[in-house]
């Protein structure tokens, strides 16, 4: 996808608010909106929004595990399954 394509002045969006979201929701691309001839804002439709706030969520997760391990925060695979038993019983 090309952003260029996606890129609109906020008085197209104030004159085509229902095409607009019908768009975005079929194509599930972003759409810049300018202001002044600088971009402003993105907008996207709530699903590619959620998608995206997952992906962000993972990553962070990812990030922090590699942070743990880069420190030696981390438990050999024996020691946990050992802990896990343990707390079973």
């Given amino acids: 996808m090309k952003y260029s394509t996606q890129i609109k002045p906020i008085s197209y969006l104030k004159a085509n608010a229902a095409e607009i979201v019908r768009r975005l929701a079929e194509r599930r691309e972003p759409l810049v909106i300018t202001q002044n001839g600088e971009a402003k804002m993105v907008i996207q439709d709530v699903a590619s929004f959620e998608e995206t706030q997952e992906t962000m969520a993972l990553l962070k997760i990812l990030a922090l595990g590699n942070r ?3 420190e030696g925060k ?15 019983a």
């Fill in 74 to 88: 981390v438990v050999p695979t024996a020691e946990v399954i050992k802990r896990l038993r343990k707390k079973e």
């Fill in 68 to 70: 743990q391990i880069e």
